[in-house]
């Protein structure tokens, strides 16, 4: 309204009394422009940074540098972020694995307020990624692969936001069985005398059902690998991605391995 009472004056006014009063409704703008309520703006900056998009330019989310080893599958992407590595799968729409290294430092460091806002990362071609409407309505929570309790940095938090980092996962699960597991690993990992490296990934059946118009898969079980480098032991998490699903003991390197037909830590020796 201002900008268009300027222009009315500078139309219609003597040129003597122009002057005056643009400078006073010049003021007027530039106070009414200060006090006006802004609508928030997601800053998304760290987001837009590039990012690897090459394991070998991240090793170090895995033990001795060495990436899992997976038999050759098409559209298979591998993502780096601040604080995991995916590698994604445009078949399935999700992560195959996320990778994290994590420590006594690191998960002292996590307590970044969570930043909830899930994104489609653009490094991911259209056709093979997840949408955020894939998810809405269809009865399935987004659910982090890295947890987002484990970020150490506000953008290691909002990077954790990523779809390429979640699955369609039952909520009861989620929060419940699933959240567990993942607050007895940061538990392990404050009391371990070094880096510890964690691989947490989806398992698909045959007729598992998928959600949105990008027909995002739905897993049938997901997996939690833990591995202790100080001590070279190594365990895993399996748990059916359904409700009412319990904490159970965990399983051998070994049975995690003939499940999901992945050599996760090669050539590193692992004690039984």
Excluded at 117 to 123: G, I, L, P, S
Excluded at 151 to 162: I, L, Y
Aim: hydrophobic share 35%; net charge positive; aromatic share 8%.
């Amino acid at each position: 309204m201002l900008g268009k009472l300027s222009y009315i004056a500078t139309i219609l006014l003597p040129t003597q009394t122009k002057r005056p009063l643009l400078v006073a409704l010049t003021l007027a703008t530039t106070l009414v422009s200060a006090a006006w309520p802004r609508t928030p703006q997601f800053d998304n900056t760290a987001l837009l940074t590039p990012q690897p998009t090459s394991f070998a330019q991240c090793p170090d989310f895995f033990a001795s540098g060495r990436p899992p080893a997976i038999s050759p599958q098409p559209k298979l992407r591998e993502l780096c972020y601040e604080a995991f590595a995916v590698l994604h799968s445009g078949t399935t729409k999700t992560p195959v694995l996320v990778a994290q290294r994590l420590n006594r430092e690191r998960i002292e460091d996590a307590d970044e307020k969570r930043s909830n806002r899930f994104f489609a990362d653009a490094r991911l071609p259209s056709a093979e990624r997840a949408e955020l409407e894939d998810y809405r309505r269809s009865g399935y929570s987004r659910g982090h692969m890295a947890p987002a309790g484990d970020m150490p940095t506000p953008t290691a938090m909002a990077q954790s936001f990523s779809l390429a980092n979640m699955v369609p996962q039952d909520a009861q699960h989620n929060g419940g069985a699933w959240a567990k597991i993942e607050q007895d690993t940061r538990h392990y990992i404050r009391r371990a005398r070094g880096d510890v490296f964690v691989i947490t990934g989806p398992v698909f059946s045959e007729d598992s059902p998928t959600i949105g118009a990008s027909r995002v898969r739905v897993p049938a079980y997901l997996y939690k690998l833990v591995y202790d480098a100080s001590t070279q032991r190594a365990w895993a998490h399996w748990q059916q991605n359904t409700q009412g699903e319990t904490v159970r003991r965990p399983i051998s390197y070994a049975e995690l391995v003939k499940r999901t037909g992945i050599d996760f830590l090669p050539g590193i020796p692992v004690k039984p």
